[in-house]
């Protein structure tokens, strides 16, 4: 089902001459602006290479700031609404201006010497990787070691420790273009060397490594674009869907760590060649990998024991950032890159949450906003730029079709929407027969069948007094199996019968509680009851698929305005995207998940007072004060 939206272009000022068109989701500001003729330069082609497009979005949604929206318009205009219309992704309905094109001051700035580039400007470029084209002349080498000629002709500061196999083959690479090597360094650090001049290829991999899915991204360290993505289900998924079946797998055999580690580098390395293949560059050349991941991928994408992260206090065996070499991994497809893993917070709140914070600025936000991920395990994040708070939410696999009896990941098959007043509309992923129902085909089911009076608050699907419901929908509510059921997709529609059973509305209010009481715990502790919570922003695969009026209608969201929730897309790899490109950035990181204090639900009485007040539909308890959640923890 392709989402419509409106687009409002105002003039400057906010101006009398508006003109609105409607456009599809997904498409670009320029490209809605394109169908308006409302007129928005595009020097660069719409590569997010210029500043030629910008405009400013004065109300509604938009898709997250990209690195091209940061690197070329400042985190500063960013936050104040600008972006790069050639970059910006609609996602619902917005009002936009249209400015005037500013000087092309990213450009000159990516010219500029790395030292301006480090100095990290507000629009520069500061991935820490430079590379640079050295003369080493005949007479040089002459009585003196390769070794000390080619320091000789660095810059001051580099540092004199050479990788081996840089040493290894120093002699001949010299020698091999009459002097000439392109030396790539990494801070202080030089991580490559070859003969000749290859200095316009030095490139970055941002990889989100989540337990179903592996995100990817390839960019030019030298422009900041964004190249080549890709994305590929998670190889480990067969080992179980979440989290805690990845750890039990990983302690069931002494082969089985160094075995789900194999698998997590396979898939690097895969999604690495897929993105330079694509883009065609040289695999080599990518000299900077900055993964973002819940710890227990991380850990076992660098082969550490999970053990500690099974069991309670569930803490990891490392939090802290690391960088380590792709060869140490070993990452074969880039051995000379620099792997920087991000800083978790917590053994259930990673690095994948730290980055989403970079991306989203909610630690600069004045008002109180909250950032969450519904997943299996879902993760919260709730303040501002005084305080942050996060918490893990242990939602289980419902979301992701898992323990539903026809559910299903959000695939070819799978009703992901569900709609109609007389009788039940379902939307399938590739317009085909429907074989199952995935996350946000259920929560669409439920709002339905709560708004249909098929569901009692309670939960119960309502079997009696079916004559007042349009006959369609009455002939859909049955028995089967001892235990009562709805049917959505007749088998006469091409596939089978699909159907939500009494048990599976049973797994979706345990998952929707975990989640709607994981918030309102941080609400009390932020002070963010009601109204003070000004913003939610979900962000991850499932969250973009989300029907934020069904959540709310089902308690998965505590009761907030529908259009204070906003989808932020794949949040984590933007901020691995972000570290990528600036070492500003990477540094930030690490500031921010210190900030942030870990709130521990486990054991919580709070939680679970919580967690049972959100098991009902819809959910309509106000959220603890931070007294009563004292009280409650110390009772
Ligand atoms: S057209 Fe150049 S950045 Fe958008």
């Not at 129902?437 to 069948?449: E, N, P, V």
């Not at 486990?602 to 106000?622: C, D, H, I, K, N």
């Amino acid at each position: 089902m392709t989402a419509f939206v409106t687009v409002r272009f105002q003039g400057p000022g906010g101006g009398p001459q508006a003109i609105e068109v409607r456009a599809r989701a997904g498409e670009t500001i320029v490209d809605a602006a394109r169908s308006a003729r409302v007129e928005i330069a595009t020097t660069c082609g719409a590569r997010g290479r210029c500043r030629s497009c910008r405009v400013r979005i004065h109300s509604g949604a938009i898709a997250p700031a990209s690195v091209q929206d940061v690197v070329r318009l400042g985190s500063e205009a960013v936050r104040e609404g600008f972006r790069l219309g050639c970059q910006a992704r609609l996602v619902g309905d917005v009002t936009v201006e249209p400015m005037p094109p500013e000087d092309e001051r990213g450009h000159q700035i990516l010219g500029a010497g790395a030292a301006q580039a480090r100095s990290g400007a507000a629009h520069g470029l500061d991935s820490g990787v430079e590379k640079i084209l050295v003369a080493i002349p005949s007479t040089a080498r002459r009585g003196e070691s390769d070794h000390d000629a080619l320091l000789a002709a660095l810059p001051a500061g580099t540092s004199r420790q050479l990788p081996l196999g840089i040493l290894r083959t120093l002699h001949a690479r010299i020698r091999e273009k009459a002097g000439l090597v392109s030396v790539t360094t990494f801070g202080e650090r030089v991580i490559d060397l070859e003969a000749g001049d290859t200095t316009a290829h030095r490139y970055g991999l941002a990889v989100d490594l989540g337990t179903t899915t592996i995100a990817a991204s390839l960019v030019d360290l030298a422009s900041g674009e964004s190249l080549a993505s890709s994305a590929a289900l998670n190889p480990q998924c067969v080992h179980g869907a979440d989290v805690m079946s990845r750890i039990a797998f990983a302690q069931a055999a002494a082969s089985h760590l160094q075995q789900l580690r194999a698998e997590a580098l396979g898939a690097l390395d895969e999604a690495l060649r897929d993105c330079c293949e694509h883009a065609k560059v040289a695999p080599a050349h990518v000299y900077k990998i900055v993964i973002v991941g819940n710890p227990c991928m991380v850990h076992l994408l660098l082969g550490i024991d999970v053990a500690s992260l099974g069991t309670a206090p569930y803490a990891p065996v490392v939090k802290d950032a690391l960088v380590v070499q792709a060869l140490q991994l070993p990452l074969k497809a880039a051995p000379r890159a620099e792997v920087c893993v991000l800083p978790a917070i917590a053994g259930f709140v990673g690095a994948d949450t730290v980055a989403g914070l970079l991306a989203t600025r909610l630690h600069e936000s004045e008002g109180i906003r909250a950032l969450v991920d519904v997943g299996t395990n879902g993760e919260v994040v709730m303040g501002n730029r005084d305080a942050l708070f996060a918490c893990s939410a242990p939602a289980g696999p419902a979301f992701e079709g898992g323990q539903i009896r026809q559910g299903m990941r959000s695939a070819r098959g799978a009703i992901e929407r569900v709609d109609g007043e007389d009788d039940v509309r379902c939307a399938v992923i590739g317009d085909v027969p429907a074989s199952g129902i995935c996350g946000s085909g259920l929560i669409d089911a439920c709002a339905r069948m709560l708004h249909w009076g098929v569901l009692g608050r309670s939960g119960r699907i309502r079997t009696r007094e079916l004559s007042r419901l349009p006959p369609a929908l009455a002939q859909r509510v049955q028995r089967g199996d001892g235990e009562a059921r709805f049917v959505l997709a007749w088998a006469e529609e091409g596939g089978e019968d699909i159907v939500l059973t009494q048990a599976d509305i049973r797994q979706l209010q345990l998952a929707k509680s975990a989640v709607y009481a994981a918030i309102a715990m941080l609400q009390a502790k932020a002070d963010a009851a009601g109204d003070r919570l000004e913003r939610v922003m979900l962000c991850g695969g499932f969250g973009n698929y989300l029907d934020v009026r069904s959540a709310l209608a089902i308690g998965l969201l505590p009761p907030i305005a529908a259009q204070s929730v906003v989808y932020v897309g794949n949040a984590a790899l933007l901020g691995a995207e972000m570290a990528l490109v600036s070492e500003t950035e990477r540094a930030l990181a690490g500031t921010i998940a210190a900030r942030v204090e870990h709130v521990a639900l486990g054991g919580s009485p709070a939680f679970q007072e919580l967690y049972v007040q959100g098991m009902g539909f819809p959910v309509r308890p106000a959220a603890l004060t931070r007294s009563e959640v004292a009280r409650a923890a110390g009772s």
